[in-house]
């Protein structure tokens, strides 16, 4: 989760700005770039008034048979195991070199069209460096994240991983989207085709780990079980286009965040490389409000002593709290790559921890039903609800593909 204010953009090489989208030859110097700028804008705003609707054409540009779970979601066989998989069971591994390996990390070729002209005339050089200057969201920083390298669960879960920032998941997914929004707009009515993208097509295969660098999230569906009700609730959120930088305008589960280290300090890379503790520490930020500083600048976490953490760890130990992997998947929009996962607490212990719930956090605000308080602000985990967010509300493809993989599973989930 990106939390912290980004520093000030630093400064771009320069780079000339070729002939093509950004209006009429002729144009004065002054007027080019402010033309460049506000269609770059206006295609921009597009996007994240769309973003649900063109996650549907992107879909199309793929094969049937990649869609996970009847959704959008993309993904590989060996991706998605036939049964949820206990996080306990799930392996990580480190490859420190394994980004040397990556094509056009940086920021891929064809991007030029969603690459606007600065005022100086010369165009920027990534799409990163544009969203900061005319379009900045309140949370936009780049920081070291972690990159998949390998998912398999053929044989047990096994995820490889090395490092990346997280500009590099903005130079690909929001670039792509980008163009995806400005094709769709500047052609209202006609489909697009792989053909008119050249940065997706450049990207070729979204699922092949290697030919990009992929930035990788985790999402996380909570479910509170009432053992006595004999029924679930569900926590969801809606995030806000104006506060993050990726998929603002859709609904999605909570917590969900970037996988990444909880400070830029070396240390961290390797103590904090672990599903458990990137999912405990998104939950309390995003569910109880918690900030970002782990206080991890000038010593590791100490997991074990974290009150928070030890409390669930326990409550794992003694069977109230169990956490399970699902599946991986990439969005066919912006082709970002998120580990599906879920948490069922019993209602005891989630009443207990989550005494502090809140409604609203920096990336935007918890579902919650009418007149709900306390613990009730979920809502029920039933099929109904289950189609409503996965075939009529906006949501994420990867919260949606959540969704339809856990009740699939419900009996594993929740069983007594």
Not at 295 to 308: E, K, L, Q, T, V
Not at 344 to 366: H, K, Q, Y
Request: hydrophobic share 40%.
């Amino acid at each position: 989760m990106m939390r912290k204010p980004a520093s000030p953009a630093s400064t771009e090489p320069v780079a000339t700005a070729p002939a093509g989208r950004d209006g009429p030859a002729g144009l004065s110097e002054q007027e080019a770039p402010a033309r460049s700028q506000q269609r770059w804008r206006r295609e921009r705003e597009y996007l994240n008034a769309h973003r649900h609707d063109l996650s549907q054409l992107a879909r199309d540009l793929y094969p049937p048979s990649w869609r996970m779970a009847g959704t959008h979601l993309l993904g590989r066989p060996e991706w998605l195991p036939a049964r949820p998989v206990p996080l306990e069971q799930v392996r990580l591994s480190w490859q420190p070199d394994g980004a040397g390996t990556v094509v056009d990390a940086v920021q891929p070729a064809g991007s030029e069209g969603v690459r606007p002209l600065r005022d100086d005339g010369t165009r920027f050089t990534s799409y990163a460096g544009a969203l900061a200057a005319l379009d900045r969201p309140r949370l936009l920083e780049n920081r070291t994240c972690y990159r998949l390298l390998e998912a398999s669960a053929e044989r047990g879960v096994q995820l490889t991983f090395g490092a990346n920032r997280y500009f590099d998941l903005i130079n690909v997914s929001e670039a792509v989207a980008h163009e995806t929004a400005a094709r769709v707009l500047s052609r209202p009515g006609a489909p697009p085709a792989m053909g008119d993208l050249p940065l997706r097509s450049s990207i070729g295969d979204p699922l092949d780990l290697i030919r990009r660098s992929v930035t990788t999230g985790i999402a996380t569906l909570i479910l509170r079980r009432d053992r006595d009700a004999g029924n679930a609730q569900m926590f969801l959120h809606w995030r806000d286009p104006a506060s993050v930088a990726v998929n603002g305008g859709l609904y999605q589960v909570t917590p969900a965040g970037m996988f990444q280290p909880s400070h830029e300090a070396g240390w961290n890379l390797a103590n904090d490389l672990g599903l458990w503790e990137a999912i405990a520490r998104e939950v309390s930020e995003e569910l109880l409000g918690t900030g970002e500083d782990y206080g991890s600048g000038s010593a590791p976490i100490d997991y074990p002593r974290w009150p928070f953490f030890a409390a669930l760890t326990a409550a794992r130990r003694a069977g109230t709290l169990r956490g399970y992997w699902l599946a991986a998947g990439a969005d066919p929009l912006t082709l970002d790559v998120d580990l599906l996962t879920v948490l069922v607490f019993d209602a005891s212990l989630f009443d207990t921890e989550f005494a502090g719930l809140v409604a609203d956090n920096d990336e935007g605000r918890i579902l919650t039903r009418p007149g709900a308080v306390g613990h009730e602000a979920g809502i029920e985990f039933s099929a109904a609800n289950v189609e409503r967010f996965t075939t009529v509300e906006a949501m994420q493809a990867a919260g949606a593909a959540l969704l339809r993989l856990a009740w699939r599973h419900r009996g594993v989930l929740l069983e007594s």
